[in-house]
């Protein structure tokens, strides 16, 4: 098992065991040298571990749309 930082036991909801698989393969990416859109991707992800997800998909989900609807 890996060990979770005390900043994101405190900052995620894991209550569920996939909680944590999520979050065990969001820091393996981390320690790899990711293209900015991949860790654009990877903060998004970290962002569906929060209570309060939606606001965060939301705004990822405008700047799609105001990227292709230009």
Same mark, same amino acid.
């Given at each position: 098992m890996f060990k979770v930082?005390? /900043?994101d036991k405190k *900052?995620? !909801?894991l209550t569920e /065991? @996939?909680?944590y698989i999520? &979050? @065990?393969k969001i820091y393996e990416l @981390? /320690?790899?040298k990711l293209s900015s859109e991949d860790k654009e991707l990877v903060t &998004?992800? *970290?962002t569906q &571990? @929060? *209570?309060g997800w939606r606001t965060p &998909? !939301?705004?990822f989900l405008d700047k799609l749309l105001k990227k292709y609807s230009a």
């Open positions: 930082t005390q /900043k *900052r995620y !909801v /065991k @996939e909680d999520i &979050l @065990e @981390e /320690k790899s &998004l992800i *970290r &571990l @929060e *209570r &998909l !939301v705004t």
